[in-house]
């Protein structure tokens, strides 16, 4: 079955980094469209960032020029690399996906598979 594991959340200061990983398992990873979606205290739910198979990507406007998405085919991983970060980007942070035709957007509703999720604390 589908399994995707979040890691390297953790606690920074503003203008600090961070790089998450997300562990990808149970189906053909290179196939599929991936994304990095983020929940805050009291929000909902919003896509943060996007990736397609052959590479292309988009990023939600508040994260554009500081955050950046990418992949790793061969060993099923996809990363978010967080730079600049602000207390803002305080979340819990969830690689997710979905079966059948890729879905190459930030509605949350379009996702079908989850991670755990990783928790981002950004303090000022």
């Known amino acids: 079955q589908v399994q995707l594991v979040e890691s390297g959340g953790g606690s920074v200061q503003a203008g600090g980094s961070l790089r998450l990983s997300c562990a990808a398992s149970?189906?053909?990873?290179?196939?599929?469209?991936m994304g990095w979606l983020r929940q805050a205290p009291g929000k909902e739910r919003e896509g943060v960032a996007v990736i397609r198979s052959g590479g292309s990507t988009r990023y939600a406007d508040s994260v554009k020029g500081r955050f950046t998405i990418s992949q790793d085919n061969a060993k099923n991983t996809l990363y978010l690399q967080m730079n600049s970060l602000k207390p803002e980007d305080t979340a819990m942070y969830y690689c997710?996906?979905?079966?059948?035709?890729?879905?190459?957007?930030?509605?949350?509703?379009?996702?079908?598979?989850w991670g755990q999720g990783t928790q981002v604390t950004v303090s000022s």
């Open positions: 997710a996906t979905r079966s059948g035709l890729p879905y190459y957007g930030f509605d949350p509703n379009q996702y079908s598979y």
């Open positions: 149970g189906f053909t990873y290179s196939s599929y469209c």
